[in-house]
């Protein structure tokens, strides 16, 4: 039997199947992606757009893009009020982020000290950052946490299985154990320095599960805010990090240096 070459037909529809291949995801990273800049006009419809709250998540995000360049978005400022009490943890995260970029704005202000109450230790850390640029020291007790070790705890009751290992590093979201048919997934970032419990063991709710090493991020967003609202009684946690530590960049010593220094001028004269 003859072997027929595919005709002109068949090639157009693999190449157009191959293109889409291509296009498709593209299209998805493209309409997904946070740093795709957004007209004014594109910024209105987002956040008007309540079925979609990663649009909204999406004007957040370039209403700080803009602010970092000293642009005034002052016009948008409702809209980020109205996030900041969204059901939506990743929305009033990021509003609580904004918020802290602009400390001229008493509105915001009183909006961080709500988030500070937050259920999410993620929403209220970025609170506390928030606070600091306004010199509100509200937030300390968070801003130390950020230095330290974060303790993962149970949920709820349940047979123990974990889904991480001594050495991993998690993110926010990231599946940590399951307690029975209860996910148990990580609120913060941190690499597992420890598991709390026996593989199988039957915990209690708010039994520890996980300890997380401080995220270094977090660790050098902390130091900087403390060098603006520290107190003598954080000096213990601040100095743990003038010392080069696995993990963390160079920057994070110098910082923690300055910050204490910080600290202790403005301790009072015994």
């Keep these: 039997m003859a072997f027929r070459m595919p005709g002109r037909r068949a090639y157009l529809l693999i190449t157009l199947f191959a293109f889409l291949l291509v296009l498709l995801p593209f299209l998805f990273w493209y309409q997904t992606w946070f740093g795709r800049k957004l007209s004014d006009a594109q910024i209105d419809s987002y956040f008007a757009d309540r079925s979609r709250p990663r649009h909204a998540q999406h004007a957040l995000v370039q209403l700080g893009e803009r602010l970092s360049r000293g642009q005034d978005v002052s016009r948008w400022y409702a809209q980020v009020l109205r996030q900041a009490s969204s ?19 008493e509105p915001f202000h009183q909006a961080l000290l709500q988030l500070l109450h937050d259920p999410q230790p993620m929403v209220r850390r970025n609170a506390a950052l928030g606070l600091a640029a306004f010199r509100d020291a509200t937030g300390r007790p968070e801003l ?42 990580s609120a913060l970032p941190g690499e597992v320095r420890a598991l709390d419990q026996s593989d199988g063991a039957t915990v209690h709710p708010g039994d520890p599960l996980a300890d997380l090493s401080p995220d270094p991020n977090h660790v050098w967003e902390a130091l900087r805010a403390l060098l603006l609202v520290g107190q003598p009684s954080d000096l213990e946690d ?12 160079a920057k994070v010593p110098v910082q ?15």
């Design 256 to 270: 923690a240096a300055e910050t204490a220094q910080a600290i202790q001028s403005r301790a009072p004269v015994q």
């Design 144 to 185: 130390v946490g950020m230095l330290r070790t974060y303790t993962i705890p149970a949920p709820a009751a349940g047979a123990l299985r974990y889904r991480i290992k001594v050495g991993e590093y998690v993110n926010p979201g990231t599946q940590v154990a399951r307690l029975g048919d209860v996910e148990v997934r």
């Design 87 to 105: 059901p939506s943890l990743e929305l009033r995260q990021t509003a609580a982020w904004i918020m802290g970029q602009d400390p001229r704005y």
């Design 238 to 249: 601040v100095q743990r990090y003038t010392r080069p530590a696995p993990g963390m960049p």
